[in-house]
């Protein structure tokens, strides 16, 4: 969004506020805030002009404009209602420089899942993809990944939806017919030997989505499903501020995520791609290896499919 909008926007957040007294306060003539204040209109705030000014009465239910007011986290929010896959485009931005951006979209018509799976993505979901910068090493870089399961799963719980990880990255609901995936997240990067050059962490929520919407073979799950349409705008904040939160304090994040995990104390198999692990699930170390006791002792695993097996 143009600055002198959004800095529009920010002031009528807060307070009632007279033309004159905006076009002071930003530097820009009457003219211009005139100029500004029907353009918000026209993306759909709410803005009605009475005798103590401009007063910011309703905001749209979903948009980049939208998301950035209110929110309490550093992120400018670039939204498509549709685009084949937010990580595509986070990646561009992340090439061209960029730090702190967050790419939402309602719809992706070429949404990817990890090792080049398709990810379904239609209309009334949270497609999302954090374009960061962090001066961490590459080995660090799955904490991010970490943060931003606990991030999602948070949300959801105040979406009402009772939500669990999965190692490493599934955000999962436990329904009476199993284990449904509530959502994904497929974290790319680019770095050097010492230090992440860019990290591009999308995530991927069944916000407010059908059920006969999503892949028949996918055991998912959504919002709607599960506890009724989410006010999307709030659960993206919500869901921004939280992985800000964990980012600025990683140390925190193993923590946060043993706390919100299924898989811990459960018979997992993983399926590595070499070979498949099977045992119980004891611990996660950090930057989010999988410690699994298995008959023949306990194996370390770094990357994989896990699925949670019934007790033996
Ligand atoms: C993931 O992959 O779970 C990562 C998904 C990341 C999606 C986000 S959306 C924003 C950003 N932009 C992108 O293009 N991608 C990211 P994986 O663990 O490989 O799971 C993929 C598998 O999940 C598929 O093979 C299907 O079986 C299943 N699946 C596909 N769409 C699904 C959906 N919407 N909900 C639940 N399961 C789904």
Not at 60 to 78: C, K, R, S, T, Y
Not at 161 to 188: C, F, Q, S, Y
Not at 298 to 310: I, K, N, W, Y
Request: proline content about 5%.
């Amino acid at each position: 969004m143009n600055e002198t909008r959004r800095a529009v926007l920010s002031a009528l957040e807060t307070d009632t506020v007279s033309g004159p007294a905006l076009a002071e306060r930003l530097d820009v003539s009457r003219a211009a805030v005139w100029k500004h204040v029907e353009a918000l209109r026209a993306d759909g705030f709410a803005i009605e002009s009475g005798d103590e000014g401009y007063e910011l009465t309703g905001v749209p239910e979903f948009g980049g404009a939208a998301i950035e007011v209110g929110l309490d986290a550093p992120f400018a929010v670039e939204y498509h209602d549709a685009i084949p896959s937010t990580n595509d485009r986070a990646r561009e931005l992340a090439t061209a420089g960029r730090a702190d951006v967050a790419v939402v979209a309602d719809e992706q018509t070429g949404g990817r899942g990890r090792l080049d799976r398709e990810w379904s993505s239609p209309s009334g979901g949270v497609w999302l993809s954090l374009v960061l910068r962090p001066d961490v090493p590459p080995a660090s870089a799955p904490t991010f990944t970490l943060a931003a399961a606990v991030a999602t799963t948070r949300a959801a719980r105040e979406a009402g939806v009772d939500a669990h990880i999965k190692w490493p990255n599934d955000v999962l609901v436990e329904t009476p017919d199993g284990e449904r995936k509530l959502a994904g997240i497929l974290t790319e990067m680019e770095g050097e030997a010492d230090r992440v050059s860019w990290l591009v962490v999308g995530i991927g929520v069944n916000a407010n989505v059908a059920p006969d919407d999503l892949p028949a073979d996918a055991a998912g799950t959504s919002i709607r499903e599960v506890a009724g349409d989410v006010d999307r705008r709030v659960f993206t904040q919500r869901l921004l501020e939280e992985f800000d939160a964990l980012r600025s304090d990683l140390d925190g994040v193993l923590p946060a995520w043993r706390e919100h995990a299924a898989t811990l104390g459960q018979r997992v198999r993983v399926e590595t791609g070499e070979k498949a692990v099977v045992g119980e699930a004891v611990d996660v170390t950090g930057p989010g290896t999988l410690v699994v006791e298995t008959e023949s002792g306990r194996q370390s695993v770094t990357a994989g499919d896990c699925e949670h097996l019934r007790p033996e």
